[in-house]
């Protein structure tokens, strides 16, 4: 199977998502012979190897969906090895970083390779990413599972300490990207690293001494148009809600008080197509209607529960919501 291409049917050897439910994922590899537990029930690989992707697959007690894997599922089903990057902030690092085929890219540190996957999405088939690890077995997981998920011709993975050795690379990448305690240290190399046409940075970090430091050294490294964002996600829930019709007394001018006002009365008369006229109309209307059939004006809503109230669906956030990972730094490094 490959993160890289979409196929149709569910091989032995496949990395698959069981989707039970937004927050109930599992990645499960499929081998015949083995079974996985759900809270449905259990689930035998051998009934789903042939399956389509995307079919559901009834289990004792329920029913769950077989996926095809993306970067995104990954990011939310991978076995972390690190804190790693969510999909809200690849989001941005993509698009800031102006990552699209063709684009060679530079990282550090690998971690768990969430970032990585979305990485080598937005830039195969035609470019590359370099990515650095100084962690051994996080270094040799990584590389195991771009093996594992087709995506091995678009990467190579370095066990290196990058901020003591250097990236050890030179004018070739359009972009670099570091998530790493001390990001400065690896700036100077990172520079060397890009292309002499030029290209962006961005460096990931919680703190914001973290960021400051980082906004020094990129300045006097010659980085222009230095920018911190903090990306954050806000949720909404779906609500329903049911509020009493507000009592706001008459609408406007009534029958009465037009027939008065003999001014109005007249611009009315003259201006046949106006606004005005269609107002008094309006106003006959909901006079008419409320004295004679006592019926409520019209809402733009939905439903209505009783004549003195009405219900409609809205989005309502939670009153709190913690979504720090962390800043995002980006820069511009011209050519020279
Ligand atoms: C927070 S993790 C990166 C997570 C990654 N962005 C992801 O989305 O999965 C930071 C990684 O940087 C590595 N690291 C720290 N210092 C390093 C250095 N000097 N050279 C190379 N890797 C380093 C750590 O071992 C760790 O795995």
């Given amino acids: 199977m490959s993160f890289a291409r979409y196929k ?15 927050e109930n994922m599992h990645a499960v590899t499929m081998k015949r012979g083995q079974t996985f537990q759900t809270k449905y029930g259990a689930m035998r690989h051998a009934d789903v190897i042939g399956m389509d992707y995307g079919s559901k697959v ?32 690849i989001s941005v ?47 040799e997981k990584a ?6 998920h087709g995506l091995k011709e678009y990467v190579t993975v370095t066990h290196k300490d990058v901020c003591q050795d250097g990236f050890g690379l030179e ?6 990207f570091l998530d790493l305690p001390r990001p400065w240290e690896a700036m100077a190399s990172a520079k060397a690293a890009m292309k002499v046409t030029g ?27 230095v920018t911190t964002m903090e990306c954050l996600l806000r949720n909404f829930d779906v609500r329903t809600i049911n509020l009493p019709i507000a009592d706001l007394g008459p609408i406007g001018p009534t029958e009465k008080n037009i027939s008065d006002n003999t001014d109005l009365k007249e611009e009315v008369s003259d201006q046949t197509d106006t606004p005005t006229k269609k107002l008094k109309s309006e106003n006959n ?23 003195a109230s009405f219900f409609f669906k809205t989005g309502v956030t939670p009153n709190q919501m913690p979504g720090h990972t962390g800043f995002l730094t980006f820069a511009t490094l011209y050519p020279s």
């Fill in 143 to 148: 590389e195991e599972e771009f093996q594992e």
């Fill in 199 to 225: 290209g962006r940075l961005c460096s990931f970090s919680p703190c914001i001494e973290q960021v400051q430091k980082s906004c020094d050294y990129l300045r006097d490294l010659g980085f222009e148009e």
């Fill in 171 to 176: 004018n070739i990448a359009d972009a670099v």
């Fill in 58 to 89: 009834q289990c004792p007690k329920g029913y769950l969906y077989v996926l095809q894997p993306t970067p995104e599922l990954w990011t939310q089903n991978l076995p972390h090895r690190t804190q790693i990057l969510y999909s809200t902030d």
């Fill in 8 to 22: 149709k049917k569910i091989e032995e050897g496949d990395t698959i998502i069981l989707y039970l439910g937004y």
């Fill in 93 to 139: 690092v993509t698009m800031q970083l102006d990552l699209k085929p063709g684009s060679v890219v530079v990282e550090s540190g690998t971690g768990s390779g969430s970032l990585s996957h979305s990485i080598i999405r937005s830039i195969a088939p035609t470019g590359h990413l370099h990515t650095f690890e100084f962690h051994q077995q996080r270094a």
């Fill in 285 to 307: 209307d909901s006079v008419a209607q409320r004295e004679n059939k006592n019926v409520l004006p019209s809402f733009d809503i939905i439903g209505r529960k009783e004549s």
